[in-house]
């Protein structure tokens, strides 16, 4: 059997040449939900203030906005054009909660409707939708999947939703990507250690180990299919462990482009020391390290698996393949053992 041309060297080398179908949100909910026939869905979206901007969609076009926007163009109007019909399910109502200013983070209960009734997410959306699709800011995958054991419903994360995601991560088929993704977890399950060495632009080489105690590798491949509650996070396409131990130094981008060395000991970042940017931002970090150490206690080791473009949104960036990524933080979700009480 010929390989997928994605998997052309010239693809592999250049993600950005490859030609995806266009976005169409009945084949995506399909593929990832099915069955969908007899489902009630809704969306969630989140606001600094939800209860000014989600009534009448009065964010709509307005600036600062993008991912919300692109929530109500191609999954509002969309399910409410024919998806929903197609697809045999009902709902599609948009709901908005407050910004969590944080990936990962609880969600506060309060959620309001586009009439700008103040509703519970407990009392009014867990338990009363089938499929919940959460287009927001930052990650909710997290929470999501503990709600959704508890009220019993399946759903998606997608944060971060720009027009690359949407044209390129959003729009590949997710059967595929998930045959990929097996694949990869295949090979790499068991694995008792990874070492991985990040050359810096000086030729300094630095050097992370990770103790993985032989357990067996898990991947985030975008199906939710059947009755099981569980929560996809979209784009999917990664392989990834739980540290079990670590030690060594890895660099890290911030979000104001600082970059910064973190030092590692028992698989917790004991400190950030600059390589170029504001020392004000290492300062900070090194300060939330000493408040609560917890931040820094290495959750994830994740591989990327599919062959995309990148997109400026970690969502994304971190499924593509021959890259790979460290998370600090809140593991639960994916049966590690740092919990929101810790921190």
């Given amino acids: 059997m010929s390989k997928p041309s994605y998997l052309d060297e010239e693809i592999l080398l250049n993600p950005e040449k490859r030609v995806f179908p266009k976005f169409d949100l009945v084949n995506l909910l399909d593929t990832v939900f099915a069955p969908t026939r007899g489902c009630r ?19 709509r076009n307005q600036d600062g906005f993008e991912v ?11 399910l409410r054009a024919g998806a929903l019909e197609e697809l045999g399910m009902t709902g599609g109502e948009m709901f908005a909660y407050k910004y969590t200013y944080g990936s990962n983070l609880d969600l506060s209960d309060e959620v309001w409707d586009t009439d700008g009734n103040r509703l519970s997410l407990d009392d009014d959306i867990y338990s009363k939708y ?16 503990a709600k959704c054991k508890q009220f019993n419903f399946r759903g998606a994360t997608m944060h971060g939703m720009n027009d690359i995601i949407l044209g390129s991560g959003l729009a590949v088929n997710y059967q595929e990507v998930s045959d990929d993704a097996e694949k990869m977890r295949a090979a790499l399950t068991g694995a008792e250690s990874v070492e991985i060495d990040f050359e810096l632009e000086d030729g300094e ?3 992370a180990w990770l103790g993985l105690g032989g357990q067996e590798a898990q991947k985030s491949h975008g199906l939710c299919r ?27 981008k911030y979000e104001d482009g600082t970059l910064g060395v973190l030092d590692v000991v028992n698989r917790d970042v004991v400190k950030s020391t600059l390589i170029e940017g504001r020392q004000a931002t290492i300062d900070e970090h090194n300060a939330r390290l000493a408040d609560d150490p917890m931040t820094g206690t290495l959750g994830e080791l994740g591989f990327g698996t599919q062959v995309l473009p990148v997109s400026y949104q970690d969502i994304q960036d971190e499924k593509v393949l021959g890259t790979c990524h460290l998370a600090t933080g809140r593991d639960d979700h994916l049966g590690g053992d740092i919990v929101p009480e810790m921190f």
């Fill in 41 to 59: 869905v809704c969306i969630l979206v989140d606001f600094e203030s939800p209860q000014l901007w989600i009534k009448d969609f009065a964010f």
């Fill in 68 to 78: 919300q926007n692109n929530a109500y163009t191609y999954f509002y109007e969309e």
């Fill in 130 to 145: 089938d499929i919940v699709l959460c287009i927001s800011t930052w990650s909710a995958t997290a929470p999501l999947t």
């Fill in 205 to 207: 080489i630095l050097t």
């Fill in 226 to 252: 059947g009755t099981k509650p569980d929560i996809a996070n979209l784009p999917a396409g990664e392989v990834y462990f739980v540290p079990q131990d670590a030690r060594g130094k890895f660099p890290m």
